[in-house]
């Protein structure tokens, strides 16, 4: 029997496994991943993209990397502009490749410059496309997608007004189930009687918040226990700079500091599921499984995400009550950190939100704003299409 390829591809991995997840078990799909062998240029570790596709799902991945379009707004972004456009010119090229050897019967993408030479040659050929958008403000990237899609996806309804509506679907953002199931037992040697925070930022990690927590680590580890995603980028070394300053600490406080430089899908259910009180970047994942765990957090948008996505997102979750946004500027100290986790763990402790509701209730009201069928609902669309 001959199996219908589907080719994922995309910027936001996380959804996309959330997805296949419900995808696994139809017997005649056969799964290609397309992406990003590493998720910084100069960085000459595997991503945790890549590592996630070959060594847990098993499945084949084409290495792809294209270009995005940029606004040039002097000379040094001007020469960026041009660098950019040539590799999303080779991104073209390469694409046309890709979509002539795999022969894929439906390309579903997850945004991001690296999806849309995919998603045109796709649609050139007669391929189905579907795209799913994240973020409540469009990218350029899927704007584009869309053009060349037969379906779109969404996870917000303000998302709606972007997209042509005979083609839009409301269907809320994939959640991956990894977040509501403990499997593993990481935090074991953690002290009970305090509050524990879970520093990451994204699969990627965040320099700018790594830089930072660096500073008070040692301090915050007399009132709370932490788990520090570091990233494994080899232009920052974070992960080694985090190993290293917990080799320097006590006994007791090594043992109150994780570090890890990925968290793998057996460990996130434990380490989200424990954790009282999150310090993130604002991608629209984080935000979906903030609102699904009901957790408190303290989230640094990034600036250059585009049209500010990231800032809305946060700007979502304060209005919640959910979250207390810091801006990431040259101004933002490891004292902002500090003393916004100080306020967090009163909170917390009163059992209270940031917007001085009852922590319970708001809560509640997180998990009403979200869709926690969305890769069902999402499979099912895939399913309809192919049959």
Same mark, same amino acid.
């Given at each position: 029997?001959?199996?219908k390829?589907?080719?994922?591809?995309?910027?936001h991995?996380?959804?996309?496994?959330?997805?296949? +997840?419900?995808?696994?078990?139809?017997?005649?799909y056969? $799964?290609?991943?397309?992406?990003?062998?590493?998720?910084?240029?100069?960085?000459?570790?595997?991503?945790a993209?890549?590592?996630?596709?070959?060594?847990?799902?098993?499945?084949?991945?084409?290495? $792809?990397n294209?270009?995005?379009?940029?606004?040039?707004?002097?000379?040094?972004?001007f020469?960026?502009f041009?660098?950019?456009?040539?590799?999303?010119?080779?991104? $073209?090229?390469g694409?046309f490749?890709?979509?002539?050897?795999?022969?894929?019967?439906?390309?579903?993408t997850?945004?991001?410059?690296?999806?849309?030479?995919?998603?045109?040659?796709?649609?050139?050929?007669?391929?189905k496309?579907?795209?799913?958008?994240?973020?409540?403000v469009?990218?350029?990237?899927?704007?584009?997608?869309?053009?060349?899609?037969?379906?779109?996806l969404?996870?917000?309804?303000d998302?709606?007004? $972007?997209?042509p509506?005979?083609?839009t679907?409301?269907?809320?953002?994939p959640?991956?189930?990894d977040?509501?199931e403990?499997?593993?037992?990481?935090?074991?040697d953690?002290?009970?009687?305090?509050?524990?925070?879970?520093?990451?930022?994204?699969?990627?990690?965040?320099?700018?918040?790594n830089?930072?927590?660096?500073?008070?680590?040692?301090?915050?580890?007399?009132?709370?226990n932490?788990?520090?995603?570091?990233?494994?980028?080899?232009?920052t070394d +974070?992960?080694?700079?985090?190993?290293?300053?917990?080799?320097?600490?006590?006994?007791?406080?090594r043992?109150?500091?994780?570090?890890?430089?990925?968290?793998?899908?057996?460990?996130?259910g434990e380490v989200?599921?424990?954790?009282?009180?999150?310090?993130?970047r604002?991608?629209?994942?984080t935000v979906?499984e903030?609102?699904?765990?009901g957790?408190?957090?303290?989230?640094?948008?990034?600036?250059?995400a585009s049209?500010?996505e990231?800032d809305k997102?946060?700007?979502?979750?304060?209005?919640?009550?959910?979250a207390k946004?810091?801006i990431?500027?040259?101004?933002?100290?490891s004292?902002?950190?500090?003393?916004?986790?100080?306020?967090?763990?009163?909170?917390i402790?009163e059992?209270?939100?940031?917007?001085?509701?009852?922590?319970?209730e708001?809560k509640?009201?997180?998990?009403e704003?979200?869709?926690?069928?969305?890769?069902? +609902?999402?499979a099912?669309?895939?399913?309809?299409?192919?049959?």
């Open positions: 029997m001959n199996k390829k589907i080719l994922i591809t995309g910027g991995a996380t959804p996309a496994f959330a997805v296949l +997840d419900e995808l696994l078990n139809e017997e005649n056969e $799964f290609i991943w397309v992406g990003e062998k590493h998720n910084q240029r100069g960085n000459k570790n595997a991503s993209e890549f590592l996630t596709v070959t060594e847990n799902y098993k499945l084949k991945f084409i290495e $792809f294209s270009g995005k379009l940029l606004r040039a707004k002097d000379l040094a972004s020469i960026k041009f660098y950019e456009l040539f590799l999303l010119i080779k991104g $073209f090229i694409g490749f890709v979509i002539l050897s795999v022969r894929p019967k439906l390309i579903l997850f945004g991001g410059f690296n999806a849309v030479p995919i998603a045109f040659w796709g649609r050139v050929f007669g391929k496309v579907v795209t799913h958008e994240q973020t409540v469009s990218g350029m990237a899927n704007r584009l997608i869309a053009k060349f899609a037969n379906k779109i969404v996870s917000w309804e998302s709606l007004k $972007f997209f509506e005979n083609k679907i409301l269907t809320g953002n959640i991956r189930k977040i509501f403990i499997k593993s037992n990481l935090l074991h953690f002290d009970k009687s305090k509050p524990t925070i879970y520093i990451t930022g994204g699969n990627q990690g965040a320099h700018e918040i830089k930072r927590v660096f500073e008070i680590v040692e301090k915050l580890l007399d009132s709370v932490i788990v520090h995603q570091t990233g494994n980028s080899t232009i +974070d992960f080694q700079k985090a190993s290293n300053l917990r080799e320097s600490l006590s006994e007791e406080k043992n109150h500091y994780i570090v890890k430089d990925y968290i793998s899908s057996e460990e996130i989200l599921n424990k954790s009282d009180l999150l310090i993130s604002a991608g629209a994942n979906a903030i609102l699904a765990l957790k408190l957090a303290i989230l640094i948008p990034i600036p250059w049209g500010g990231q997102n946060a700007n979502y979750l304060v209005s919640i009550g959910l946004k810091l990431q500027s040259n101004n933002l100290t004292h902002d950190i500090e003393s916004s986790i100080n306020q967090s763990i009163h909170l402790n059992g209270r939100a940031f917007n001085d509701q009852e922590l319970f708001v509640l009201k997180a998990k704003k979200i869709n926690l069928n969305a890769s069902q +609902d999402i099912k669309v895939i399913k309809d299409i192919l049959n």
